[in-house]
């Protein structure tokens, strides 16, 4: 099982497919992107790109076949992580593609290391505009805080053993995925009292979901001055609201935006030949240009 080891003892899962310049592929679901996640999307990376180029996939921290330690979410060790995955595979640099909630780890990674990123894919990001509010992405963290307070940690591990995935079953909290299949997690777990864990919960919400910047993971003035080209795939609804596209398409000064609608059985094939083409247009020759 090919794994990146972390300094601070975390196991980061990827795996390759194909071969050519890289494409690192970041998963809806966000701080619980795991690459099983891309099969609900409207196309699936791998099966489209792998013919042409070298594609990675990873799982995120607590989730998948990734471990970590009981801490807060942070996107600049996220964005360490997918670097260290790059340079334990020996990737110099690589294309990035993201959707959903993997949009603002995209994001973090170009900030980070812009000179290892390529270009940027960013399908339905997230953000913040008129339209919502921070609380309109606390939901899943409302759900575990109520669960771990009405029945306590052996009712969130409960639920953890009934499905380990955050996206499906977010009573389960943050840390379903080692709480279902790793014993000494759950037993850490378990040994908190219930408002430590509540707290701990707290803290991750507000590391995955910051208030200050309608990107979440970088500064708003941050993609005025990016030399990141980006193609930005609105989307449309509360969580991936349109202006937060066609913002970040409008400041970034090598951004391009698709119309609405890409995502239409009609428009599939179309929508996946103008992603190849992007990546192979932004692809570095031999020389590095």
């Known amino acids: 099982m090919p794994t990146t080891e972390r300094a601070d003892g975390a196991r980061i899962h990827h795996e390759t497919h194909g071969s050519g310049f890289p494409v690192l592929l970041l998963a809806p679901t966000g701080a619980a992107t795991r690459a099983e996640s891309w099969e ?60 959903g909630d993997g949009c603002p780890l995209a994001l973090r990674l170009a900030y980070e290391a812009p000179e290892r990123v390529a270009s940027v894919v960013l399908q339905a990001p997230p953000g ?21 307070r009405a029945e306590g940690l052996d009712g969130v591990i409960e639920a953890a053993a009934r499905d380990g995935v955050f996206a499906r079953n977010p009573g389960a909290g943050p ?36 208030d200050g910047t309608p990107y979440f993971s970088v500064p708003a ?13 609105p989307g449309d609804d509360a969580r991936h609201p349109e202006g937060v596209a066609k913002l970040l398409a409008a400041e970034a000064p090598g951004a391009r935006l698709l119309d609405p609608g890409f995502d239409a059985p009609e428009n599939r094939a179309r929508t996946v030949e103008t992603l190849t083409h992007f990546l192979t247009e932004h692809t570095p020759d031999r020389e590095g240009r």
């Not at 803290?203 to 995955?208: I, N």
């Not at 003035?221 to 795939?233: A, D």
């Open 175 to 210: 840390f379903a995925q080692p709480l279902r299949d790793d014993p000494a997690f759950r037993d850490e777990v378990r040994a908190l009292r219930r408002e430590r864990y509540v707290a701990a919960l707290v803290r991750f919400r507000d590391g995955v979901w910051p």
């Open 128 to 148: 913040r505009d008129t339209t919502n509010t921070l609380g309109t992405f606390f939901g899943p963290f409302d759900e575990a805080m109520r669960l771990a």
């Open 40 to 99: 609900r999307n409207f196309y699936e990376p791998v099966r489209e790109f792998a013919g042409r180029f070298r594609v990675i996939t990873v799982d995120q921290r607590h989730t998948g076949d990734s471990r970590g330690p009981l801490a807060p979410f942070s996107y600049p060790e996220a964005a360490a992580d997918q670097l260290a995955v790059l340079d334990d595979l020996g990737i110099g640099a690589a294309h990035v593609v993201a959707v």
């Open 221 to 233: 003035e941050w993609p005025r001055t990016s030399p990141t080209p980006l193609l930005v795939l």
